[in-house]
């Protein structure tokens, strides 16, 4: 169905405008008129034409006039002039208002039904567009939560090895390079602000969470995670690096009025923990400092920074520094943990340079954690009297120069250590399952089968394979196949069917078409040539 305003001031016109559109399309159009420019933008408002005929020349507002009024509440109206006055002033006010065709009387019944299918064909493209908008958008409502969930997932295990997230960023349109965290936890109110029943709290939560998101982000652009437990994290990206103290009262602020108007609309108690900004890749401390918030006050909101004891380290600790040498350790990047640790060992002997046993002890426990996690996580040797001469060395350092260089000797080593025990780990499987291969290759052999063999999920031994072979694994299969067949047809006693099946292949044409693929002739030209 199509509106369409016809608006002149002969009423012979208008009745024969209706007549050659009715006739042409029925009942696919609904037809208002209107006599006098005011009239139009009355009739505009409640109508809302799709398409407009406007004369130019009628009583009171003419219809450029009334082509502004109406597009101020309806700006996808198509209209169409027709006059009997070709002025090329009144063209041209007419092209800048985004008039589709500007028709001089007399019109034929053709031009008119040109046009209007014209008009016609613009109305369900920004029809179909508006239905797709919203469909995207529908999608979208469904799509952001889950990638926000995912990116919270994420950030919160970035001190475990997992990476910060760029694609999230990308896709949540974040341009921030700094952030904090608030944990929102919730329940049933319980004696010295403790919060009890997390169980049915939960329950509640999951129920309103489309809500409380949308009332969360009210507050703060930011973005929510999952319902985790008895919490709910927030992000919210920050521009700077710190928090100026009226600006860290007007978040306590905004949150405490957040959190009593998520209690007035959901049943329950909230409270929320604010944690110190971070760079994003590192908001997982942050996240941290908000719990700790919420452990050491009984406050219905609380930030990190006015719990006592809860102030950084001797003022300055550079933490970040500490956390960042040992993920950098972790990855073997020995580049960076070496800057890190020349960093970090500055910073000591700048501030505490008479404190030469504490900066000595500081250097041991780096270097002791650090072999720890090496042990740990990639099975770097770490016997019981591995460190025992560490102690005597350190103190018979005669100056920080020596000191500083023992640090980033055992850090590079470390780091050495980690990627040599994960390049042997992996050329140890790499090597099984070539062997197998090599032993197997008749068989109907998959990579679920090799990775199952190596206990190893398929996705991340394929790129295991690839990056210590060179090939991925259907390529590395399908060469060695290729040499035996190779060896096979070298017989003569052996026909081409036969080679097929011993190389591995159950049907002739594919095992030909594959041979001819690597080796430029087919398995009966091969062997001619031999």
Not at 306 to 320: L, M, Q, R, V
Not at 381 to 397: D, E
Not at 452 to 477: C, H, M, T, W
Not at 487 to 492: A, G, H, N, T, V
């Amino acid at each position: 169905m199509y509106r369409v305003l016809l608006a002149d001031d002969e009423g012979i016109m208008l009745e024969s405008l209706k007549k050659i559109i009715e006739g042409s399309f029925g009942q696919e159009c609904e037809i208002a008129m209107a006599k006098t420019g005011r009239a139009v933008v009355e009739l505009a408002e409640t109508f809302r034409p799709d398409i407009a005929f406007m004369d130019i020349q009628m009583p009171g507002l003419n219809g450029i006039q009334a082509i502004k009024e109406i597009q101020k509440n309806n700006k996808n109206t198509i209209f169409i002039i027709i006059t009997a006055y070709d002025q090329f002033d009144y063209a041209k006010e007419a092209i800048n208002l985004g008039v589709m065709e500007f028709l001089t009387k007399p019109v034929n019944k053709k031009v008119v039904l040109d046009v209007l299918v014209q008009a016609m064909n613009k109305v369900d493209e920004t029809r179909k567009k508006r239905s797709d908008d919203l469909k995207i958008r529908e999608k979208l409502e469904i799509v952001i939560p889950v990638l926000e969930s995912g990116y919270i997932y994420e950030l919160l295990l970035a001190n475990r090895g997992i990476s910060s997230g760029e694609n999230y960023r990308t896709l949540l349109d974040i341009k921030e390079e700094y952030a904090y965290i608030i944990v929102l936890e919730f329940g049933d109110a319980g004696e010295n602000g403790t919060l009890t029943n997390e169980v049915g709290a939960r329950v509640r939560a999951e129920k309103f969470y489309p809500e409380l998101r949308e009332m969360v982000k009210g507050y703060f652009h930011c973005v929510v995670g999952p319902v985790m437990g008895n919490q709910v994290v927030l992000l919210v990206p920050y521009e700077k690096k710190e928090v100026s103290y009226e600006e860290r009262v007007r978040i306590l602020e905004r949150t405490r009025n957040m959190v009593y108007k998520l209690e007035e609309r959901i049943s329950g108690r909230f409270r929320g923990g604010i944690g110190y900004i971070k760079e994003i890749g590192e908001v997982s401390a942050s996240y941290d400092d908000a719990v700790k918030a919420l452990r050491h006050s009984d406050s219905h909101v609380v930030h990190v920074k006015d719990i006592p004891g809860t102030k950084a380290y001797d003022g300055e600790y550079p933490s970040e520094i500490e956390k960042k040498y040992f993920q950098y350790v972790k990855k073997a990047d020995e580049k960076n943990a070496l800057k890190q640790a020349g960093i970090f060992f500055d910073w000591m002997t700048q501030n505490f340079a008479d404190n030469k046993d504490e900066i000595a002890l500081k250097v041991l426990e780096f270097i002791i954690l650090a072999e720890r996690e090496a042990s740990e996580q990639d099975g770097v040797p770490y016997g019981f009297g591995y460190r025992k001469a560490y102690l005597g060395m350190v103190q018979s350092f005669q100056n920080y120069g020596e000191l500083r260089r023992w640090f980033l000797i055992k850090t590079s080593e470390i780091c050495q250590n980690i990627a040599t025990s994960r390049e042997t780990q992996t050329e140890t499987l790499v090597s099984k399952v070539k062997t197998y291969i090599e032993e197997n290759y008749q068989k109907d052999i998959s990579l679920d089968e090799v990775s199952r063999l190596v206990d190893i999920s398929p996705y991340y031994f394929s790129k295991l394979f690839k990056q210590e072979a060179g090939k991925n694994f259907i390529e590395y299969l399908t060469e060695i196949r290729m040499r035996h067949a190779e060896e096979f047809l070298r017989d003569p006693s052996y026909s081409i069917k036969e080679v097929c099946v011993m190389s591995g292949y159950s049907d002739p044409n594919y095992f030909s078409r594959l041979f001819k693929k690597y080796e430029s002739v087919t398995p009966s030209e091969y062997r001619e040539r031999l």
